[in-house]
């Protein structure tokens, strides 16, 4: 059975961080592409930012500079770390896991950013 858990939101303040975890179960994490998506209420799902197996990066140019992605393969574990927050990032955020066709979701977990 293959799982994505999130961890890691909440409510923050305007310019404050936060640190998302992912830990992945069934699958063979090394070789999958993972990601961290976001959806805020009335719009469409969007990617965040991506991190390839070979550790090669992408973000969103709305993140650029603020957020940062990582993975730790020996701990089957995703992170965004997200500085400079605004409300504009007040979304769910899904963890995402992808290799060729095959996709998997995590449940998501709520980041709200007040002013």
């Known amino acids: 059975q293959v799982q994505l858990v999130e961890s890691g939101g909440g409510l923050v303040q305007a310019g404050g961080s936060l640190r998302l975890s992912c830990v992945a179960s069934?699958?063979?994490?090394?070789?999958?592409?993972m990601g961290w998506y976001r959806q805020a209420p009335g719009k469409q799902r969007e990617l965040v930012a991506s991190i390839t197996n070979g550790v090669s990066t992408n973000y969103a140019d709305s993140v650029k500079g603020r957020f940062t992605i990582s993975r730790d393969n020996a701990n089957r574990s995703v992170y965004l770390q997200m500085s400079s927050l605004n409300v504009e990032d007040t979304a769910v955020y899904y963890c995402?896991?992808?290799?060729?066709?095959?996709?998997?979701w995590g449940q998501g977990t709520q980041v709200t950013v007040s002013s």
């Open positions: 069934g699958i063979p994490f090394a070789i999958y592409r």
């Open positions: 995402y896991a992808g290799f060729f066709t095959t996709e998997y």
